[in-house]
Nanobody, 125 residues
């Protein structure tokens, strides 16, 4: 599956953005989807994951209550709604797909088979 993320940009602290990730192929609904991010000079970190039909979601503590992951299997798209953004949310955000996670929630990068190219989110103070 190929993943194409979009929706990043520059926003002021307290603002909102919605990231989208369009997936190719006809098996989108068989993948667990997720988002990771990597800030400058920092390690890549898990942000959120959603199960194949969207019934289960999991968010990192750092974004819980502010970010929401969702998916539309009819459109082969996963979303990340980001509200109340903070400067520390500045990072490149990667859309990911997993067909081989071991247990829910899949928080480790090695559990994801496919990675998109990333979209940059910059939050100014």
């Amino acid at each position: 599956v190929q993943l194409q993320a979009s929706g990043g940009g520059l926003v002021q602290a307290g603002g909102s953005l919605r990231l989208s990730c369009a997936a190719s192929g006809r098996t989108f609904s068989s993948y667990v989807m997720g988002w990771f991010r990597q800030a400058p000079g920092k390690e890549r970190e898990f942000v959120a994951a959603i199960s194949q039909r969207g019934g289960l979601t999991h968010h990192a503590d750092s974004v819980k209550g502010r970010f929401t992951i969702s998916r539309d299997n009819a459109k082969n798209t996963v979303y990340l709604q980001m509200n109340t953004l903070k400067p520390e949310d500045t990072a490149v955000y990667y859309c990911v797909a997993s067909s081989r996670y071991e247990r829910w929630p899949p928080r480790a990068s090695y559990e994801y088979d496919y990675w998109g190219q990333g979209t940059l989110v910059t939050v100014s103070s």
